[in-house]
């Protein structure tokens, strides 16, 4: 590659990276589905670019953070292994054994990538073998379609570009696999579309069909026992007890689908039943069934119905469900006939409709309570539940249920373990609702066992394609080969007058038309040859010398830390480094177009001629000023600035420091010094208070009294004394926080905990907050460290804390106690565990993972800066080298502070 295409190419190396990376995470998330739940995913695509384009080491990288999605998306890491190892292998191979990028990949899939599917995923997994088949042929044709696709690009881009070499070859080898691989796919992805659609109807049209067929003979069944009670609810309106007695058991004895027939009287009581007696031989009749649900919906619609699942009040309490019609005398309810009907038949028919086609089925009371199934996770008479998925309604009554998976489940697996549910209403006042749940499991193994053997086909295909397309471009290029080994060392034979140059001929018109070329070319050659190695050599050295010098200045500018400006005297940018394009986000095209008055804010632009002007004077200047990023945003900036010869004018070289952290732990340590102020206050007014009550009241005895006897004065000595020393202690307190400590030392986190607490004792107190500080076998316990910025975290925290309580008691209304809990243990012997936990408002799960950013604040209104997590946490995990984080799940908010403990000498 030419050293000017080489440097562009060195430019935007990272530029390039992200937009690859981000286009494969692209490619991976806008995937193709070729039959159902099986997808085509492109972002190897564009790892495999990166691959071309940028090397190994970052075709690695952007391979593997590509890949990263489908780890998040599949919640397991082996696609992610697998993809990544891909484009390592095909690296190594088109590196060091020169083998084309389509072919390594081909013999990747073929010896490592498709043996590490079976094992990830049928043996360590257990992905059913007819899934794990599917999945293995799919990720094989699909790594392989996207190196072709890969190497098609890269391809075109060189040619287009001219920034590299394809072998022609090559080129011919990938368009014949391209023209096979494409049609087969596109036949296979229509025709496999076509077949699932054919089975989806399939299945709702079984399900459909055992609906229709149990409902009806479940309908047919329920209509016969329906006409039974009635006829007897008829003769309970003119017949005495004594006749109904003998109707109840005539017609019990007549059906064995009751277990028993009883009439109830319009107070709920029994007053005619058979069998008279329960198993325990209580009798049936006389007693109460005022409790019963049902009955209230008896008198108001005066119709035979259906009841819920109830517990039997006869015998063994068991659940049971009853066939209901009202007695109705001059239009009035006068009780009710009862039949409790066994279920047996109707669950023979459906047991058998289950063995047939895996069925399941549940039969629901209105209240959704389970009468009757064959799913082992439901219980009789317990509320219907599914448990965790989704319900998707399909049309025609019928549904498709996803049960929630493991997230590492493969997408075939979750339509095979997914059911098709039909629902539909038993009952004249749809009492009764019958639910069928059809399996998907045996259309699944019968549809992917189908598609297996395609896609195999499919592979198989695909290699035969590229051992053809690998057999036709090596005949196609054989007379350019020959070409190209005459023309190899063409210049050397005819510097020494070789004239028995055998040029090739061939029957393609454009290569014989070539070799003639060559051939003329040859003899214009031999003129010119000494002259051009003679310029050839005086180029060779001054582009030496040049490429050394450029190499060292662009590692120099490129590489630094800070960002680099060259301007003119007119402040217009002449040139910049890449740190400058990171730090003001503008692209290297705009800020070459901009000014040093559009790179600094509004506010300095004032300030720019005056220093210009000091520049020119002095020859150099260091000064403050804040810069503005595309985006708007302010950078506080340190600027040193020299002049400086550039092209042969006089320019200005500034190197720009990024103090932004400089700034924020001023802005830090400014604000905890206004909340220690606001403790002293607090910590003053009441000795304040004290000392004037005593001075009132020893001018009072003195003026009034004019007792001011030595005991007196002696006892008013001592009390200003001891307000006057606790205000000093205070002020001490004050001074040793915001001493400046300049190495780290041993310090005890129980004793800064409690000194912390006390600084701010009094405003907690006057807000009625309490703080309680337990430490479990860690008062002795050192941390290495500054004491005092641990400090500063403690008093952020139990501010935190205590604005959280505050707000708390504002939304609610009502004053509550405020308890601040500080829970400290000692984490086996290296580590100190430190939690504190408040009960104020908490801290919402939308905006959790956003409160250690810099500059989030909850508080604008009460004056909040968005510092003070942010320093915390830079504190914890920088100076004392342990970390800060949120715990959820905890009343009002707990923050953890987890810290390496000093070890012992």
Not at 69 to 86: K, Q
Not at 446 to 456: E, P
Not at 677 to 704: C, D, E, F, K, N
Request: proline share 4%; hydrophobic share 45%; aromatic share 8%.
């Amino acid at each position: 590659m030419p050293s000017a295409k080489k440097d562009a190419t060195d430019k935007y190396s990272t530029p390039l990276l992200l937009t690859l990376i981000v286009s494969g995470l692209a490619g991976n998330y806008f995937n193709f589905t070729i039959f159902h739940n099986v997808y085509f995913f492109f972002g190897s695509i564009f790892s495999l670019l990166a691959l071309q384009f940028l090397g190994l080491g970052r075709g690695i990288l952007a391979a593997a953070i590509i890949a990263g999605y489908t780890w998040i998306l599949r919640g397991h890491p082996y696609a992610f292994i697998i993809m990544t190892a891909e484009v390592a292998i095909v690296g190594l191979l088109m590196g060091r054994r020169k083998i084309g990028m389509v072919l390594a990949d081909t013999l990747y899939w073929l010896f490592i990538g498709m043996p590490m599917v079976y094992l990830f995923f049928h043996v360590i997994m257990n992905v059913s073998i007819s899934s794990t088949y599917v999945i293995m042929t799919k990720h094989a044709v699909n790594g392989i379609a996207n190196a072709l696709v890969a190497r098609l690009i890269f391809t075109g881009i060189v040619l287009r570009t001219r920034s590299s070499l394809i072998s022609y070859s090559e080129i011919v080898y990938n368009l014949l696999t391209f023209f096979v691989l494409c049609p087969a796919l596109i036949m296979l992805v229509v025709e496999s579309r076509i077949d699932f659609n054919e089975t989806d109807r399939n299945i709702r049209s079984a399900l459909l069909q055992d609906r229709q067929r149990v409902a009806q003979r479940m309908e047919t069944w329920l209509s016969n026992r329906k006409a039974a009670i009635l006829i007897l609810a008829d003769m309970s309106a003119s017949r005495s007890t004594h006749h109904m007695q003998l109707a109840l058991e005539q017609a019990k004895k007549s059906d064995v689908n009751f277990l028993r027939i009883g009439l109830i009287d319009r107070e709920a009581t029994s007053i005619a039943f058979f069998p008279l007696t329960d198993e325990f031989g209580q009798r049936a009749i006389g007693k109460s069934f005022a409790d019963r649900p049902f009955i209230p919906m008896l008198k108001k619609n005066l119709e035979p119905m259906l009841s819920e699942v109830v517990l039997c009040k006869l015998g063994t309490p068991k659940p049971r469900v009853l066939m209901l019609a009202p007695v109705v005398i001059h239009g009035e309810y006068n009780g009710y006939v009862s039949g409790m009907l066994s279920l047996e038949q109707i669950r023979e028919h459906l047991d058998s409709s289950k063995e047939q086609n895996a069925t399941l089925y549940t039969l629901l009371d209105k209240y959704n309570n389970v009468i009757m199934t064959n799913r082992k996770d439901q219980k009789v008479m317990m509320p219907f539940v599914r448990g965790k998925g989704r319900l998707s309604r399909l049309g025609n009554g019928i549904s498709h249920w996803s049960p929630q998976l493991p997230p590492n489940t493969p997408p075939p697996e979750s339509w095979m373990k997914s059911f098709y549910v039909a629902e539909t209403a038993i009952g004249d006042l749809a009492e009764w609702q019958l639910v069928l749940e059809l399996q998907v499991a045996p259309f699944h193994n019968n549809f992917y066992d189908h598609y297996t053997g395609k896609l195999t086909l499919l592979f198989l295909v695909l290699l035969v394609g590229l051992v053809l397309a690998g057999f036709l471009s090596r005949r196609l290029i054989v007379t350019l080969k020959k070409l190209s080994l005459i023309t190899l060392d063409l210049p050397v034979r005819l510097a020494t007058k070789d004239k028995d140059i055998a040029w090739p001929e061939s029957g393609i018109l454009e290569i014989n038309q070539l070799s003639h070329n060559f051939r003329v070319m040859g003899d214009a050659l031999t003129v010119e040859f000494n002259e051009v190695r003679q310029i050839n050599e005086s180029l060779e050295k001054q582009t030496a010398v040049l490429q050394e010098s450029e190499a060292k200045y662009r590692l120099l500018f490129d590489n630094a830390n800070d960002a680099i400006f060259i301007v003119d005297s007119q402040a217009r940018v002449l040139a910049v480094n890449s740190m400058a394009l990171e730090q003001l986000g503008y692209t290297h095209a705009e800020l070459m177009s901009m000014t040093i008055n559009q790179v600094v804010s509004t506010a300095e632009r004032v300030h720019v001629p005056e220093r210009m002007a000091r520049l020119m004077e002095q020859g150099h200047l260091t000064f403050e000023t804040v810069h503005q990023r595309k985006d708007g945003s302010l950078i506080p900036t340190e600027v040193s600035a020299r002049l400086i010869k550039w092209d042969g004018q006089t320019a200005i070289m500034s190197i720009r420091r990024d103090i932004t952290e400089r700034k924020q732990i001023h802005q830090s340590r400014l604000a905890a010094m206004g909340e220690m102020v606001s403790a002293i206050a607090h910590q003053w007014r009441q000795p304040l208070a004290t000392l004037g009550m005593i001075i009132q009241r020893a001018h009072a005895v003195g003026t009034i009294q004019q007792g001011l006897t030595p005991s007196y004065l002696e006892e008013f000595k001592v009390n200003s004394m001891r307000q006057i020393r606790h205000m000093s202690e205070t002020i001490e307190e004050f001074r040793d926080f915001y001493r400046l400590e300049k190495q780290k030392k041993p310090f005890y986190p129980f004793s800064c905990i409690n000194d912390a607490a006390k600084l701010i004792e009094s405003q907690l107190s006057s807000s009625g907050i309490v703080v309680d500080v337990h430490c479990i076998g860690c008062d002795g316990q050192l941390v290495n460290g500054f004491a005092n910025e641990f400090k500063q975290v403690i008093l952020n925290l139990l501010g935190n804390a205590r604005d959280a309580i505050l707000e708390r008691r504002k939304i609610r209304g009502e004053p509550e106690k405020g308890l601040i809990d500080v829970q400290m243990t000692v984490s086996g012997d290296s580590s100190m565990i430190i939690d504190i936990s408040d009960n104020g408002c908490g801290i919402p799960a939308e905006i959790a993972p956003r409160i250690f950013a810099h500059y989030f604040t909850t508080k604008e209104k009460s004056g909040g800066t968005g510092i003070g997590l942010y320093m915390s946490r830079m504190i914890v995990e920088d100076s004392l080298e342990g970390h800060l984080r949120l715990v959820q799940g905890h009343e009002g908010a707990t923050f953890r502070i987890e810290l390496p403990l000093e070890k012992s000498p």
